[in-house]
């Protein structure tokens, strides 16, 4: 049988009229420069999505390493983008615990890059703020721990038990921006690092910024 023969023999069986696929119109995500108070974000595990409360994980993890990266993926035909934001409690000897906030806006063009890799930096740079606050006040609540303990044992805090902070644990943050100008987003390096320098925090760009190209990317 030639192809055009089953051809045939397909549409007498199905029948002669085939109905159009009905286009349905695109769902709206909201603004792709904007996003939801911090507040308001709902933290999952890395691999899947069971919720976290971040002020735990923060206070469970206090006396590591904190690593904060945000990256986005556009999506032309479901008509969205993918940001995502990790909160990385490193352990230098035993690897780490991962959180992340993962939501979906409306597409954004790829000439609308600069645009993009702000709001990236913008939304690092806030859970950043809200990392060193949290830390600044589990600090005060040690010290005032210490200082109860020290008391009821009639000594004086050690210099370490003094200078107890935290916040001293935020290593930076991680910009999905290349070093190099001869790539897109290169172009914009000066202005997205000092985003971050300008708020007091270090800014780490690729192929240092892992916590973004990496971590942040597998979940977009």
């Not at 051809?7 to 002669?16: F, I, N, R, W």
Request: overall charge positive; hydrophobic content about 35%; proline content about 2%.
């Amino acid at each position: 049988m030639t192809k055009i023969a089953k051809y045939e023999k397909v549409l007498s069986k199905k029948g002669k009229a085939k109905t159009h696929r009905t286009i349905r119109p695109r769902k709206n995500y909201g603004d792709p420069y904007s996003y939801d108070s911090i507040e308001t974000w709902v933290w999952r595990e890395f691999s899947s999505s069971k919720s976290v409360d971040v002020y735990e994980f923060i206070e469970k993890y206090k006396d590591r390493n904190f690593f904060i990266g945000t990256d986005s993926q556009s999506y032309s035909k479901s008509g969205t983008c993918v940001y995502t934001t990790v909160l990385i409690a490193h352990n230098r000897f035993r690897g780490g615990s991962v959180i992340r906030y993962t939501d979906r806006r409306s597409f954004v063009p790829f000439e609308a890059l600069s645009a993009k890799l702000i709001i990236e930096t913008q939304r690092s740079i806030e859970v950043c703020q809200m990392l060193e606050s949290a830390l600044m006040e589990l600090s005060s609540k040690e010290l005032d721990r210490l200082c109860t303990e020290a008391e009821a044992e009639g000594r004086d805090l050690n210099e370490k038990e003094v200078n107890i902070d935290y916040t001293k644990n935020i290593v930076g943050v991680s910009i999905d921006c290349n070093r190099d100008s001869i790539h897109a987003s290169g172009k914009y390096k000066e202005t997205l690092v000092g985003m971050v320098m300008g708020y007091g925090y270090r800014a780490f760009i690729k192929p240092d910024a892992w916590a973004a190209s990496s971590v942040a990317d597998a979940r977009c």
